[in-house]
């Protein structure tokens, strides 16, 4: 299934591109016509694709379609990473969302980790940057991702839930493999990765 949601990615893509560039009437109404074919393939085909969830993926965007950017802060204090659980599933993640206009990479990991945990962090290297789909996360919806993880040092000690987060806590490697994960937002690989990185004196960027 995860290579048919590629395909259908890429067919909406085409369309979604082909309509904003296309200066002939009847290409537009090709492409528009490629889009509706692309939505009822993905009807047919995703199990969880309502039509609301089609309507805002198919039409969010104009222009040349392009991947969204989620940005993870990994925290470390006493060679410990900053977790936070989500309130909607219980379960445990890196702090971090989806990039902003108006911010760098590195803003939003520090914004997001005082919306999630309460405390303002300083970015310090890129862990890694990788393709969602290449690495088989589990997938909620149908964008295409990249996944930017960045390691963070504290700068206060008051940590504290947000409004979408129920707990915020330190732990080791092997208590964070142990919890219930949000896979979709961190995989233990990715846990793995962010201590090989902080205990590394020169770290190499990981990438596809």
Known sequence: ????????????????????????????????QLEDVAKKLTTQLVSNASQKKLDIYFDQDTGYVTPKVDIRAATFKDD????????????????????????????????????????????????SIKDMQKNHYPKKNLNYVYKLFFECEPEENDIH???????????????????DLSLARNMP??????????YSIN????FD
């Not at 206009?101 to 005082?114: L, N, Q």
Request: net charge negative; proline share 2%.
């Open 1 to 32: 299934m995860a290579d048919i949601e590629q395909l259908l990615e890429q067919l909406q893509a085409i369309a979604q591109t082909g309509k904003h560039y296309s200066k002939d009437v009847f290409d537009r109404e090709r492409y528009e």
């Open 80 to 127: 410990k990473i900053l977790l936070v659980r989500e309130k909607s599933s219980g379960q445990w993640s890196i702090p971090g969302g989806w990039g902003d206009i108006g911010y760098s990479a590195a803003d939003i990991a520090v914004k997001e980790t005082f919306e999630e945990a309460g405390i303002k962090v300083k970015p310090l290297k890129m862990i």
């Open 161 to 179: 839930s947000g409004v979408e987060t129920s707990d915020v806590k330190y732990f080791t490697l092997d208590e964070a493999l142990n919890l």
């Open 189 to 198: 690989d990715d846990f793995k990765r962010a201590f090989e990185c902080h």
């Open 203 to 206: 770290w190499q960027t990981y």
